[in-house]
C-alpha cells in the first residue's frame, strides 16, 4: 500500500470533511472496534483528523467479527464497530446496536440506496464488495455467463467451492435453487439435489481466499467462487483469470458501522459515521485500500484505473443481487446439516 508525504497530505485534507458536528468537552478515549489490517489507511486518513476535530483520542479494538461483537454486545466498552453485514445482522438479531437516526448524519443523502439502511434502521453500509464467480479464460472456449454454467458437463474437476461455513457457501445454495427453478429457502429439497450434482465438477472446497488462491494460480482448480477482497492476489498469481459477467448478477457484499447500545460515546459515534461516509474519506479508501472496498458515496469520482478492481458507479451497484442475512441466518443450522449430507463434514 503506497503511504508517503501525500498520504499525510490527504489526511489533512480529510480533516476538512471531518468537521466536528459534535464535540467532547474534554478529551475522551472514543474505542473502535475494527478488523485491524487496515489501520496502516484508518490512522491517517480518519482517525488522526477525527481525533484533532473532536478532541479525542481513539483507540481500536482489533480481531475476527464473532470475537468483536460478542465482547461489544457483552463486556461493552466498544464506541462504534466494523462488521461485514453478516455480523452486523447477527447483532441486530441479538440486540446489540442502536438504531441510527440519519437525519444526524450529513453525508446519508449522498450514500446509494443500496448502503443507506440495509438491514433496517441500524447503520449504513460504508464499502461495497462482490461474490462471484472467477476463471481462467484461456481454459474454455465459452464464456461463463451465467451461475448455472457451473453445472456445465465440461466443467467436470474444475472448480474451487467454497464451504458452507463462509461467506459464499449458502449464497451458492441460493443458486442453485434459482437453476432448477425454485426458491432454496421454500425448497431446500430442490436446491440442495441441486447441489450434489454439482459434485463431480468440484475439485476441491476451500475455506479461506489464500486456498483459492493456490488453487487456481496452480492449475489444480480454473473456476473460483470468489470474494472481489481475494481478486488481486489471483490476478496477480494468474493473470488470465477475469470474473464471469453473469446475466442474474454477482452478490453484493457490504461492511457497515453500528452502534452499540452500550456505547459511551453515541452522539460522537454519529459523528465518526458521518465522517468515514463523506466523499474525500470514500474516495481515499477506495483508492488506498482498493479490493473490496467500492465507495458506497455516489458522489465519488474514480478514474477508469483506479476503478478497475472495485464495485464502482450506479451500474455496477445495481447490477447485484442483495444478500439476505436476515433469511440465510434463519436456515443456517437446517442448512449447515443438508450440506454436510451432500459433501461430507
Not at 33 to 46: A, M, V
Not at 74 to 82: A, M, Q, S, W, Y
Not at 167 to 186: H, I, N, R, W
Not at 286 to 292: C, F, K, N, Q, T
Request: aromatic fraction near 12%; glycine fraction near 8%; proline fraction near 6%.
Amino acid at each position: 500500500m503506497p503511504h508517503s508525504k501525500s498520504l499525510l497530505q490527504a489526511g489533512a485534507l480529510a480533516a476538512l470533511f471531518c468537521l466536528p458536528v459534535f464535540s467532547a468537552q474534554a478529551q475522551e478515549t472514543f474505542v473502535v472496534s475494527n478488523w485491524g489490517y487496515s489501520n496502516d489507511f484508518y490512522e491517517p486518513f480518519i482517525f488522526e483528523p477525527f481525533e484533532k476535530e473532536h478532541n479525542v483520542r481513539i483507540v481500536t479494538e482489533t480481531g475476527g467479527a464473532p470475537e468483536r461483537l460478542n465482547k461489544a454486545r457483552i463486556r461493552g466498552g466498544v464506541d462504534v464497530i466494523l462488521l461485514t453485514d453478516k455480523f452486523s445482522q447477527i447483532g441486530i438479531n441479538q440486540g446489540a446496536f442502536e438504531t441510527i437516526d440519519s437525519s444526524k448524519l450529513s453525508n446519508f443523502d449522498e450514500l446509494y440506496d443500496a448502503a443507506k439502511n440495509p438491514q433496517g434502521e441500524y447503520g449504513p453500509a460504508y464499502t461495497f464488495g462482490r461474490y462471484g464467480i472467477v476463471y481462467d479464460k484461456t481454459r474454455t472456449d465459452t464464456p461463463i455467463t451465467s451461475w448455472c454454467d457451473l453445472w456445465r458437463d465440461d466443467f467436470a474437476g474444475a472448480i474451487a467451492m467454497p464451504a458452507f461455513n463462509t461467506t459464499g457457501g449458502p449464497l451458492t445454495v441460493m443458486m442453485a435453487g434459482k437453476c432448477a427453478g425454485s426458491d432454496a429457502f421454500e425448497d431446500p429439497d430442490t436446491a440442495f439435489a441441486k447441489m450434489a450434482e454439482l459434485k463431480p465438477n468440484i475439485v476441491k472446497t476451500f475455506s479461506s481466499g489464500s486456498e483459492l488462491t493456490n488453487l487456481l494460480s496452480t492449475g489444480e482448480a480454473f473456476i473460483g467462487l470468489a470474494q472481489d477482497y481475494a481478486f488481486p492476489a489471483i490476478q496477480a498469481a494468474n493473470p488470465n483469470i477475469g470474473w464471469a459477467e453473469l446475466s442474474e448478477g454477482d452478490f453484493r457484499m457490504m461492511n457497515t458501522y453500528n452502534i452499540p447500545k452500550n456505547a459511551k460515546h453515541k452522539e460522537l459515534a454519529l459523528a465518526f459515521i458521518d465522517c468515514s461516509i463523506s466523499m474525500q474519506a470514500q474516495k481515499d479508501a477506495a483508492i488506498e485500500l482498493v479490493s473490496g472496498s467500492g465507495p458506497v458515496n455516489k458522489t465519488v469520482e474514480l478514474t477508469p484505473e483506479q476503478a478497475s478492481q472495485l464495485v464502482y458507479g450506479e451500474k455496477a451497484v445495481l447490477s447485484m443481487q442483495p444478500t439476505p442475512y436476515d433469511k440465510l441466518l434463519d436456515v443456517n443450522d437446517d442448512w449447515e446439516r443438508r450440506w454436510n449430507e451432500v459433501f461430507g463434514r
